[in-house]
């Protein structure tokens, strides 16, 4: 079995949440920016890494949001002779600098920012509703639940 360790970020300002659109291998859908470790990254540091490289802004965490994990069957995997075990760790975090811009040769191919209330409508991929539910779930100051 084959392991990835990926980071991602939820970032939402003002309603609206930044997605990067994946398009690799035939297949296509909206996604939170993050992506793969690199060797021994840590993990902050490539969710940072991956949404200045996705969407050129430049990010500063704020919290753990959660840890997903999912097996991905040989068959559903692209060349894949053996599942995978992904572990996709989410943080919430905001725009610090940078300007919104799309990714040149990597797997996502646009940047851009959705009003919420939209986000269901859109072709995505499953860790946007994951990552949208951990944030949403995530207890406010006073260990109330935010709405």
Known sequence: MD???AAYAVIIDDGRVLLSHWNQHGRSGWAMPGGGLQGAEDPLEA???EVREETGFDAAVDRLLGIDTMVVPAAKRHRG???LYAMRIVYRAH???GELRNELDGSSDE????P???VSSLKRVGLVDIALRLDRDEPADGGSKRR
């Open 95 to 97: 725009v610090v600098g």
């Open 81 to 83: 002779r053996v599942p």
């Open 47 to 49: 969710v940072v890494r």
């Open 116 to 118: 919420l209330d939209e």
């Open 3 to 5: 392991i990835r360790i």
């Open 111 to 114: 940047a851009r920012w959705f």
